[in-house]
């Protein structure tokens, strides 16, 4: 799959794309990463890429020509089914569903917008998607697209074991049960026994217990979603009023 960034910043992203996980994908082919500089499609001397908003106001637009001619240019006879994302604040949430539906895609490009926003015509023009990764506002979009590479990147095909992706938190609804390895004992606290009998219904029951539990306590936003049996929604309930207290209380624990 091959991912094309767009952004006034490339410097930012030297580093994340060059450890680890992505590092392997890029090496192996699997992934391609394209980092272009909006700046190299600017008109003028000073390569201007933003003006005053219309209409007055605080701060800086981005410029539709430029990020438009580069997205262009650059996906040329792939524009047409290649899905274009604007990051911003003010877009559609970013969720785990997003991200495998872009996992099955040949392309994707994603904008970082920066200042105060990019000019409303570039999502017009190139049919793009706004998305945000979450509630809170970022110097910039960069570190977002970051995000979003790293999340569908991780579900091409190849790129990790499946095994690994199959029951992993958000797949199900639930966040992740938790997990211990050596040593057994560390700082007074002893890894959980079922854990070490060998039993492996027993083991999957415990951990879907746990996930259930943590899911309650920590995202009860996500539980209308999971699919849960009756008794499972008993434990869901019981775990929101403290009834049946186990370890996770889903607060830190000092
Ligand atoms: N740019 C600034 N904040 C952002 C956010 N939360 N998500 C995506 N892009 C952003």
Redesign the pocket.
Known sequence: MRFDLFTLFPEMFAGPFEASILKRARAAGTIVIGVHDIRDWTTDRHRTADDTPYGGGAGMVMAAPPIVAAVEATLGDEFASTPIVV???A?RR?TQEVARDYAGRQRLALIC?HYEGIDERVVEALGADE???????????EL?AMVVVDAVARLVPGVIASASIAEESHDVGLVEYPHYTRPLRFREREVPPVLLSGHHAEIARWRREQAIRRTARRRPDLLPLADLTEAERRIAADAITGENETADSGSPHR
Do not use: E, K, M, N
Not at 131 to 141: A, K, N, P, Q
């Open positions: 990051l911003s604040p877009g970013f917008g998305l945000s990764i979450g509630d809170y506002v970022l110097t910039g979009g977002a």
